[in-house]
């Protein structure tokens, strides 16, 4: 679709670009945010204080008609100082576009505030960032697990959680174990000119 | 084919309905048949005939019960995957597993003789299967259909019980991801056959405590679920 101008329901040419709504986002929080960073087309924005993200994210929403939350997603730099960084993935729907927003979280601190706030849709998504990543999210209307049960002791998605799982019991509520791993994990690799190379096997990058 | 280990069978006139021959086919365990008193004539029919015997038909209590079990075996569909939409046209008619009986699935545990698990279990539905499977009356049989729920199939990780035989007692497991129809319909007649089998001298559970009691010696498994 590139050089094709979006159009809206009643037929008008949509001028704005992501660039366009990153730079006008920039005028008014031009200290906390960084430069637009354009990746085959997609546009981020770095916010360097998760505190403002509430101000950030209503702005987005109230002035630039970001109206649509897409989704939360959350990194674990495993090793690296901010740890944890949170990604907001952000639509229009009467612009038609998208844009990206990432702030960093400390392991210390591994708080934020919610923006369940300003788009309500981020309840879940927050709920599930602070069951598989451990982040909470400050003010959150109903911050429990969603996936794992209450009392679960462990970050699934955190890097140094194994794959196999630790064993763990609460009970009357759930238990888990370790899965045999066999040597694996099991790896895919795509574009294998036959089944056998392409199912799943053990591969470990270092043999 | 031997008619109680006594006299062959000669069914020639009789050889539409020859019930206690019917039933001789499972009783597998010949030493326990008590013997006939009088000997049989060997040109003595050995079926059942209305004209003669009347009311009455000799058989044995286990495989009259059995006989009744296995062929109206209400399956309690614990859907929880992909399988299950194999499982739902095992029900429907392409299929048609009424066909043996068992096309009354009931979302109620206790009016469920066979659990079939169609699906990835995960632990936190691990608990929900058990006390489920609790609630379903004695006697009681499980079929693990797909390899997700024989062995946890590709999902080698922290989220998913490895075999749904780490929480209960399963009597035929299925092969496939997902198994067709035609699969679950043989596991359905397999199991009819493990069920008109069972003698009722042991203890319809004995074979499960065996089984429980082997997953509590391996210390990988969970010894036993608290619900």
Redesign the interface.
């Given at each position: 679709m590139i050089g094709v101008k979006p159009i809206d329901c009643h037929g008008v040419v949509i001028d704005m670009t992501p660039l366009d709504l990153a730079k006008k986002l920039r005028e008014n929080f031009g200290e906390v945010l960084s430069e637009p960073v354009e990746f085959r087309g997609e546009i981020t924005l770095k916010l360097s204080d998760a505190e403002r993200i509430v101000d950030v994210c209503a702005a987005t929403k109230k002035e630039l008609g970001f109206d649509y939350l897409v989704d939360i997603t959350s990194i674990d730099n495993y090793g690296e100082d901010p740890r944890f960084t949170i990604v907001y993935h952000l639509y229009g729907y009467g612009h038609r576009c998208h844009l990206r927003l990432k702030t960093d979280v400390g392991e210390e601190k591994s708080e934020l505030p919610t923006i369940s706030g300003v788009w309500r849709t981020a309840d879940w998504h927050e709920r599930e960032i602070y069951d598989m990543m451990g982040v909470r999210f400050r003010g959150h209307p109903d911050l429990r697990r969603i996936?794992?049960?209450d009392g679960y002791p462990y970050f699934?998605l955190r890097k140094d959680?194994?794959?196999?799982?630790?064993p763990s019991d609460a009970?009357?509520?759930?238990?888990?174990?370790?899965?045999?791993?066999?040597g694996?994990?099991?790896v895919t690799v795509p574009g294998g000119k036959d089944t056998i190379e392409r199912e799943?096997r053990v591969r470990n990058p270092e043999e | 084919m031997t008619g109680f280990g006594v006299e062959p069978i000669a069914c020639e006139k009789n050889h539409k309905f020859n019930l206690p021959a019917f039933f001789d086919l499972f009783s597998l365990d010949l030493a326990t048949v008590p013997p006939r008193l009088t000997p049989m004539p060997s040109t003595t029919e050995f079926g059942y005939d209305s004209k003669i015997e009347g009311d009455v038909i000799h058989t044995r209590l286990d495989a009259t019960l059995n006989w009744f079990r296995k062929n109206s075996l209400w399956p309690m569909p614990m859907g929880l995957a992909c399988c299950a939409i194999e499982l739902m046209a095992a029900g429907a008619s392409r299929f048609d597993i009424s066909r043996f009986g068992s096309e009354v699935m009931r979302f109620s545990p206790r009016q469920s003789d066979v659990m079939i698990v169609a699906g990835t279990v995960t632990?936190?539905m691990?608990?929900a299967v058990r006390r489920i499977y609790d609630q379903m009356a004695e006697p009681k049989w499980v079929i693990a259909m797909g390899a997700c729920a024989s062995t946890?199939g590709?999902y080698?990780?922290?989220?998913?019980?490895?075999g749904v035989d780490?929480l209960v007692p399963v009597d035929v497991y299925v092969a496939g991801c997902p198994p067709r129809p035609e699969a679950l319909l043989d596991a359905l007649l397999k199991l009819q056959t493990k069920v008109a089998r069972e003698p009722l001298t042991q203890a319809p559970n004995a074979s499960r405590q065996n089984e429980e009691a082997a997953r509590a010696a391996r210390p990988?498994?969970?010894a036993a679920?608290?619900?």
């Open positions: 996936l794992m049960w699934p959680f194994p794959l196999s799982g630790k009970p009357g509520t759930g238990f888990t174990r370790t899965a045999p791993l066999e694996g994990p099991f799943p | 632990y936190k691990a608990l946890g590709m080698r990780s922290y989220a998913v019980v490895q780490k990988t498994e969970p679920v608290q619900v």
